[in-house]
C-alpha cells in the first residue's frame, strides 16, 4: 500500500476511533448525562473507551510499522517549504501532538495506580483539555475541507448504481398480465398441454 493509501487509511480509522474515544469520554467525565442517556454501564463505556483507546494507540504505530520511511518523507514534505505555515501544516502539526497527548496522558490515567496522585489529576485535567480542543480541530478540519467533502460526496453519489434486486418488479408485474390474458383453452390445444 502507498503512503498516500496508509495516510488516508490512518486518517478514516482514526477519526472513527477519536469520535467513539469523544462520546465514550464524555460519557464517562459526565456521569449525569451518561444516567439521561444510557442509565448507566459506566464499567461497559469505560472497556470500549479501553479498548478503542488501545486502537487510537496502535493505528499510528501500525502505519509506521507498514511504511515508516515513506510515510516520514510523505509528512516532511506536507509540512515543508515552500509555502510557510498554513492552515494545512498547523492542522497536522496540531493532529499529531494533540493525538501523542491524549495518548501518553491516557497511558497515564490507564496506568493510574504506578503514579503520584498529582501526576493523575493532571493527567486527568490535561486529557479532557485536549479532547475539547480536538474535537474544536475536528470541527475546523470540516469546515475547512468542506469544498474537498462535497466534491468526494458527488462522486461517490453519482458513482452508485441503482440497487441491484435479486428480482425486477416490472418483468414480473408483465407476466401476471400475460398470465391474465392466456386462453386456457389455446393451452390444453397445445402439444405437451393439459
Known sequence: MS????????????????LLLFATGLLLAQPDLRGSLVGGYGREILDIHLWVGWVFLGLPLLALLLAARPLLRDLLRRLGPPDGITWRKVHIALTLAAGLVLAATGLVLWLDSGFPLAVSDVAVEVHEIVSYLVIAILGLHLVAARRKIAVRTREIVLREREPHFPFDLDDDLEDDLEDDHRDPLEEQRRPGGS
Not at 503512503?3 to 477519536?18: C, D, F, N, S
Open 3 to 18: 503512503p498516500v493509501g496508509i495516510r488516508q487509511a490512518l486518517h478514516h480509522l482514526y477519526t472513527a476511533a477519536l
